[in-house]
């Protein structure tokens, strides 16, 4: 029987999320972040109607901020922990049948420029917490570097799978057989750039998501000074030559912070069981990029939160988070 990794709309038993733990890494963000982060844990938990939710927190002090700011029924899971994107840390599940397997990929700090202990083997001890069997991959992936429809097919950039700060002796061809191997990759879209001062070297789950088998949502510009304007258009380009229908989302624009464009992105969404959570920023777009969603799962909830606190740290809700898929 085949494995596969399943889409991210598929049911899940439970969700990690990483809880911020160094002020240093969010420079006058740390607090508001903090709570950003536990809001976004708490819409996915819905009461109960939603999912589990596991937030990942550094030490026992830092367990009893998550306690004050998360809602009761959160489960506080204390390890070491560096940086909070577990999309990126965390194993990924995998299935075969009903059977859940996962896998641990290697970790060098989005190739060696953010490194903070307990990110190299975060991932192994989450597993070993799961007793489920865990197969160790030896060489650097981030999760946040692909995304799957759950019929095989995934989509991924050039810039960070490519990146000769990841793995310098694979080449395309060796990275698809690698990732067939390893999640049951059957075909491989490959996209060109990320985002504009993307941290990660262009992560895929900041500028291109699947919203249903086939389906591909991808920003779209719609303001003149969008710095994003010539990425979202090759990326539209290379998905319609290959063959998947694009859904268009809104972007948020240019969006500027102590006079940096940073990489805003509504495609840093996660899919809950109960509620797609949306990160906004306080742009015009952002009920548009709302209603472009709801379409596309009904009966979920489509929730806008406020993640300008987070993104000064990097990242985003999907970023910080990674699901377990229900056995059944």
């Keep these: 029987m085949t494995f596969r990794m399943p889409a991210e709309w598929a049911q899940h038993e439970w969700t990690w999320i990483g809880f911020p733990t160094s002020p240093a890494e969010w420079p006058g963000a740390f607090d508001n972040a903090r709570q950003q982060i536990a809001d976004f844990a708490t819409a996915l938990h819905a009461d109960g109607r939603g999912e589990q939710v596991r937030l990942v927190v550094a030490s026992p002090s830092d367990a009893e901020a998550a306690k004050v700011m998360a809602a009761p029924g959160i489960e506080i899971v204390v390890q070491k922990l560096g940086d909070v994107w577990l999309r990126d840390t965390a194993p990924i599940a995998v299935l075969r049948g009903q059977e859940r397997a996962l896998v641990d990929f290697g970790f060098n700090g989005w190739g060696g420029k953010y490194q903070m202990p307990g990110d190299e083997d975060i991932g192994a001890r989450l597993a070993a917490m799961t007793g489920l069997p865990t197969s160790s991959q030896h060489w650097i992936f981030e999760g946040g570097a692909v995304d799957t429809d759950g019929t095989g097919l995934f989509v991924t950039t050039e810039q960070c799978l490519l990146n000769p700060n990841r793995n310098p002796d694979l080449d395309r061809g060796k990275i698809e057989t690698l990732l067939a191997g390893s999640l049951g990759l059957s075909d491989m879209l490959w ?9 990660t070297d262009g992560h895929v789950d900041n500028l291109a998501r699947f919203v249903a088998p086939g389906i591909l949502a991808l920003p779209e510009a719609s303001t003149e000074d969008d710095p994003n304007a010539a990425i979202y258009a090759d990326a539209r380009a290379r998905a319609q030559a290959f063959g998947v229908e694009v859904a268009s989302i809104p972007s948020p624009g240019r969006v500027v912070v102590d006079g940096e464009v940073i990489p805003a992105s509504y495609m840093n969404f996660y899919i809950g069981n109960a509620a797609v959570i ?10 548009a990029a709302l209603d472009a969603l709801r379409p596309f799962f009904p009966g979920r909830e489509i929730v806008g939160l406020r993640s300008d606190a987070i993104l000064s740290g990097g990242g985003s809700f999907h970023c910080c988070s990674q699901q377990m898929p229900s056995a059944a």
């Design 278 to 287: 949306l990160p906004i920023y306080g742009q015009p777009n952002d009920q």
């Design 191 to 199: 996209l060109g750039e990320g985002l504009l001062n993307d941290h």
